[in-house]
T-cell receptor, first 114, second 110 residues
Framework: DAGVIQSPRHEVTEMGQEVTLRCKPI?????LFWYRQTMMRGLELLIY????????DSGMPEDRFSAKMPNASFSTLKIQPSEPRDSAVYFC????????????FGPGTRLTVL | GESVGLHLPTLSVQEGDNSIINCAYS??????FIWYKQESGKGPQFIID?????DKRQGQRVTVLLNKTVKHLSLQIAATQPGDSAVYFC?????????FGAGTILRVKS
């Protein structure tokens, strides 16, 4: 299996632009997680899905952030408009079923907002 | 300008020695714990997990110990190798979400 796939690996954009991060979970995994990692705050859960349904989005910073999972093999995290403080590494992870399982992380997307 | 961020503890060990990485957790109701390893430029990688009904669990070269009385978790790595150099995170279930600690840097000296 290819593992969790994220794209792009690096994104540099200007403040105010829309950013879309993409994730393909491991086939057969029912749960998908979006995390953000910064030097200031460490690794934080933003949102997670079970069977394509958002279960907990309490970690989403504000309305500028949105996430979708239209099917079992694809998810997006969108930031609109982006701000410099959104600069971070964003990880997508998937697990066979729920939180009480090993989560498999993708390689991450390094986002820089100028 | 001055850079402000998390100051991660660092553990330096000689190659071949055993390493012990410690973690304190806050939620006495937590019932599941995981250790992850993150190498530079990569995503976190699962090492080992333990449920609260256990005190100890062993894997290949790694052992996790759980002390619920003092809410303490530790990861022991036997015969540490240069490839073990990474940041190690403990994580606990809190409100059905996995919450990660700040991490510990492990440096292996050859």
């Amino acid at each position: 299996d290819a593992g969790v796939i994220q794209s792009p690996r690096h994104e540099v954009t200007e403040m105010g632009q829309e950013v879309t991060l993409r994730c393909k979970p491991i086939s057969g995994h029912n749960s998908l997680f979006w995390y953000r990692q910064t030097m200031m705050r460490g690794l934080e859960l933003l949102i997670y899905f079970n069977n394509n349904v958002p279960i907990d989005d309490s970690g989403m910073p504000e309305d500028r952030f949105s996430a979708k999972m239209p099917n079992a093999s694809f998810s997006t995290l969108k930031i609109q408009p982006s701000e410099p403080r959104d600069s971070a590494v964003y990880f997508c992870a998937s697990s066979p079923r729920g939180t009480y399982n090993e989560q498999f992380f993708g390689p991450g997307t390094r986002l820089t907002v100028l | 300008g001055e850079s402000v961020g998390l100051h991660l503890p660092t553990l330096s060990v000689q190659e071949g020695d055993n390493s012990i990485i410690n973690c304190a957790y806050s939620n006495s109701a937590s019932d599941y714990f995981i250790w992850y390893k993150q190498e530079s430029g990569k995503g976190p990688q699962f090492i080992i997990d333990i449920r609260s009904n256990m005190d100890k669990r062993q894997g290949q070269r790694v052992t996790v110990l759980l002390n619920k009385t003092v809410k303490h978790l530790s990861l022991q790595i036997a015969a540490t190798q240069p490839g073990d150099s990474a940041v190690y995170f403990c994580a606990e279930i809190r409100g059905n979400k996995l919450v990660f600690g700040a991490g510990t840097i492990l440096r292996v000296k050859s």
